[in-house]
Structures are given as structure tokens and as C-alpha cells.
């Protein structure tokens, strides 16, 4: 059923986008009725306008809290046009019916993040502005609502087309904004109070972007958060689930690294990585550690491609290729692939907490930030590592943090040369990697290994050992470190604690 609006309450905070709205339904002949600067706003555009006041008898008070907060507003505002006792009360109460109200709240969440004083902080939670939004969506059959300035384009399409009317399925459609903006914004209200505590989960996103389909071809897919904020995609098809995940394990994992870097992930598992003086080096070593698997892998750089990189890039069948920016003419290059994705990558992925479904519930954890150094490596056997050892120690650690458990990654002279993970025990994913590394024609004599948790007993170091691994870096903690430590001293390979686990799901 369509609705004509005869009334409008504008109360808004943002005003960009909101003059040729009023320019429309001033020419339907609408009426406005506002409050303070935005009354403001609309006299000088040359539109007459009621003021709140005039409409409640009451002035706006306690330094402007209180101003839409009054029976002559939200009456006028729920009463059902077709309910007969609502019509009697608002003829008995001089209602003046509104069948439009545009609310835009005040901007807790961007004064929150701008470090304002807990004072500031406080004067911005809205509460008239809630209210109107909350009481206009709840009497939809009657009245549009439109909650936030994301949703002035909408109202002035409506307008253009159609004039000053609006049906029943436009105003549902404002409602469920409505309830969705109300939502969020009390949301970031409670964990701005909640803080650390964490004592309830409320979490919210008002991007939803369907996918092609989950997972797996029989499964929905849809991802709710707001890519464009850390990602421009530059060319290729629609981003899936799948790719996804290994997005997000990519660009996990290049964060780590400072030195140019470049990281072929499989599976949510790196299949490739080095570091090296020049991307293409980085690049030509990353893709020697595992040819095979990097087929249709993600490729992830931190350092813009160039154009010699790019050429070598060509040559393999990849999904997805992330780096913080792409020259010009590599760009052209790789675009000749039509449904390759180029993803430029804006800035870091900055998420304090990750989250996981689990048993109908949600589990939370901080995101594991450790990133060990040299300075933190505790060397525990006769042996000590060289410089050299140590250097790779910490990039094997580096790339043992971001591989399923259980994981073993062996690398050399900056180089990802194997890794075993996602095995039921930490031996077989040791000799996978060996048997890896060899079938690839690795020489591991001087290689070093991390692991992603303790050894629980002395197996691995035995046959790190027999393979020619020279040292070895793992968190400690078992009951039979010394076992470990023990072997090590017979074997002459040196070993570190790093005091810190990585166990990965």
C-alpha cells in the first residue's frame, strides 16, 4: 500500500547528501519540522520549518539532550493511521501526524577511535536520535524512516521516480535498516562500556556480501564484514569462501615479515616462501620450495610487483595474488588472465580478537601477535646456533606460527624448503617435510627446523639429526624437555627454546 508523506522530522548529524532531499519534498509541498542545526540547515536553503518546540511546548534542555523526547513527537510519530482509538487520541491531543522522520546519530564509534575524553564520549550517545529511529521503524505500515546517511541515496531514488510516496515494501525495507543501524550503534556503545571485560559477545556488520557459495558447491556462503576497507580488487572474478580463508592466512602471514617477502599459501598452509634481497629472487625461491602445490595457489608480496616479477608470475596458473600495490605495466601483464584476482592491499589487517563458531556458540581468543627474535631464542645444549642458524630459526618460527597443527617447517638461508603439518603426531609431519624437501632435491645438511609445540619425546631430534638438520627451535614445556635437550647434546645439533607455542587449527 502506498503512503503519501505530508511531514517530515529531519534530525540529523551528517548533512552532506541531505539538500536535494529536501529540495524534492519541498516541491511535493511536504512539511519539515527539525530540531536545532539542522533546522538550521533547512531555513537556509530558503524551506520554511516547524521547530520541535513549537510542536512539544517545551524548549530544548539540559545542554540539548532532551529535545524529540515528548508525547507531541513520538505520538505523532507511532499513531496507526487505521486504528481507530490511536485517530480519536491524536484529534483529543492535537497530534501532528509525521510521515517521515531522517535521523542520522550522533558519531560515537569515530569519537570513540579519535581518543576524545571520556566526557565527549558520553555526549555522544544519542538518545532522541534512537528513539525516532526505533519508533518509526516499529510503525512501518505508516511511516518511512530513514536511520542513517548510508541510506539518503535510497530515499532521494524514491523521491525522483515516484514523488513524495513510498510503498509497504520500501518501508519494511527502511525498518530492517533501521533496526540494523539502532543495533550497531548500541553494540559499539556496550563494548566501549564493556571494554575488556568481555563479558557478553556483540559483534555487528552491516556489510553482507553474498559468495558463489561456502565451502563446498551445496553449501550458502556469505561474508559479512567490509573488505574494501583493507583490500582494492583490481581485476579477476568474485572472491569465494575459499578464497577467503586463505586470503586472510596470506596476508597473516606476510605481516610478519619486514624484508622483502614473497608467500604462496595452499590450503590455509604457506607452500612457498623466501626472503630475499629483490621480490623476484623472493619470488623465483619461493616457488622452488614447492612447484607442484603452488598450482592455483594464493600469492601474497610485501613489496609492490614489478614488472620482471610479474613476467615470472605469468607463467603459473595462480587465484589470487595480493600485494600493496602493482607497477603499471605488471599490472597490464597480469590482467591477461581473465579470471585471475589482483587484490591491492590497503592496510594491515588489524583484528585484536579472532573468532571461530563452535558447538552453536562463538569462541573468542586474541590474536597470537608473538613474532619471536634472535633475543628471545634460549639456547639449551652444548651447541649453540650460529648467527646464520639463528636467522633462519626465526623464519622457520615465523611460518610454524601460520601452518595447521601439527606443523614442522624446515627452511635454509631464508628459504621455506619443506613443511609437514596438519598430521595426527609431530613425527609424521617431520617426515613429511623431510621426504618433501628431498623429493624437491633440497640438501638439508645445515637446515634448521621449527616446530609449532614441544617434543614430547626425543624421536624428532633423533631424525632432524640423521636428515642433516644442524639446529632446531621449539617452545619447551614438556615433561621431557631434558630428554630432547639430551639428544640433542649426543646428536650435536643445537637447540632453542622459544617459550612460546603455535598450535594452529
Not at 168 to 192: C, K, P, Q, T
Request: glycine share 8%.
Amino acid at each position: 500500500m502506498e503512503k503519501v508523506i505530508r511531514r517530515a522530522l529531519v534530525s540529523v548529524y551528517h548533512k552532506e547528501g541531505l539538500a536535494e532531499i529536501l529540495k524534492l519534498l519541498h516541491e511535493q509541498g511536504v512539511e519539515f519540522v527539525s530540531t536545532g542545526g539542522t533546522s538550521t540547515f533547512i531555513e537556509g536553503l530558503g524551506y520554511p520549518c516547524v521547530a520541535v518546540e513549537d510542536l512539544t511546548k517545551y524548549p530544548s534542555m539540559l545542554g540539548g539532550r532532551v529535545k524529540t523526547l515528548h508525547p507531541a513527537i513520538q505520538g505523532g510519530i507511532l499513531a496507526r493511521r487505521g486504528h481507530e482509538t490511536d485517530q480519536k487520541e491524536v484529534l483529543e491531543y492535537g497530534l501532528s501526524l509525521i510521515d517521515l522522520v531522517i535521523v542520522d546519530l550522533y558519531p560515537f564509534e569515530a569519537t570513540v577511535a579519535s581518543g576524545a575524553s571520556e566526557e565527549d564520549i558520553i555526549e555522544k550517545i544519542d538518545i532522541g536520535g534512537i528513539s525516532l529511529i526505533r519508533g518509526a521503524a516499529k510503525n512501518f505500515e505508516d511511516v518511512v524512516i530513514i536511520p542513517s546517511q548510508a541510506d539518503y541515496a535510497t530515499l532521494l531514488e524514491i523521491l525522483r521516480e515516484r514523488g513524495a510516496r513510498t510503498t509497504l515494501e520500501e518501508r519494511r525495507h527502511f525498518a530492517r535498516r533501521a533496526f540494523a543501524v539502532s543495533s550497531h550503534y548500541d553494540s559499539a556503545i556496550f563494548r566501549y562500556f564493556d571494554g575488556e571485560e568481555r563479558s557478553a559477545l556483540r559483534l555487528t556488520a552491516d556489510e553482507a556480501k553474498p559468495l558463489r557459495y561456502g565451502e563446498n558447491p551445496h553449501q550458502k556462503g556469505v561474508f559479512y564484514g567490509d573488505l574494501d576497507r583493507y583490500f582494492e580488487q583490481l581485476h579477476g572474478k568474485e572472491l569465494s569462501y575459499n578464497n577467503l580463508q586463505d586470503v586472510e592466512a596470506a596476508v597473516s602471514l606476510i605481516q610478519d615479515f619486514s624484508e622483502p617477502t614473497f608467500a604462496i599459501l595452499k590450503h590455509n598452509n604457506a607452500c612457498g616462501c623466501a626472503s630475499r634481497p629483490t621480490l623476484l629472487e623472493a619470488w623465483t625461491d619461493a616457488l622452488a620450495g614447492d612447484p607442484v602445490s603452488a598450482f592455483g595457489g594464493v600469492l601474497v608480496a610485501n613489496r609492490p610487483i614489478d614488472v620482471a616479477t610479474a613476467h615470472e608470475i605469468d607463467k603459473l596458473f595462480l587465484e589470487v595474488l595480493i600485494a600493496p600495490d602493482f607497477e603499471a605495466e605488471a599490472l597490464t601483464i597480469l590482467e591477461g588472465k581473465k579470471n585471475r584476482i589482483l587484490l591491492r592491499q590497503k592496510e594491515a589487517i588489524d583484528a585484536r580478537w579472532s573468532y571461530r563458531s563452535m558447538l552453536g556458540g562463538v569462541l573468542a581468543q586474541e590474536t597470537d601477535r608473538a613474532v619471536e627474535t634472535t633475543a628471545e631464542m634460549k639456547p639449551v645444549t652444548k651447541v649453540a646456533p650460529t648467527a646464520e642458524e639463528l636467522t633462519d630459526l626465526v623464519f622457520a618460527t615465523k611460518l610454524v606460527k601460520h601452518s595447521k597443527s601439527n606443523a614442522i617447517v624446515l627452511s635454509k638461508g631464508g628459504q621455506l624448503i619443506a613443511s609437514g603439518v596438519g598430521q595426527t603426531s609431530r613425527v609424521d609431519a617431520l617426515k613429511q617435510a623431510i621426504e618433501k624437501a628431498r623429493h624437491f632435491g633440497f640438501d638439508l645438511k645445515g637446515a634448521v627446523l621449527a616446530s609449532d609445540a614441544f617434543f614430547p619425546f626425543d624421536d624428532c631430534v633423533t631424525l632432524a639429526a640423521e636428515a642433516g638438520i644442524t639446529a632446531i627451535a621449539q617452545p619447551g614445556g614438556s615433561v621431557r624437555d631434558a630428554d630432547s635437550i639430551a639428544a640433542a647434546d649426543r646428536l650435536g645439533v643445537a637447540m632453542v627454546m622459544t617459550g612460546v607455542r603455535h598450535f594452529k587449527h
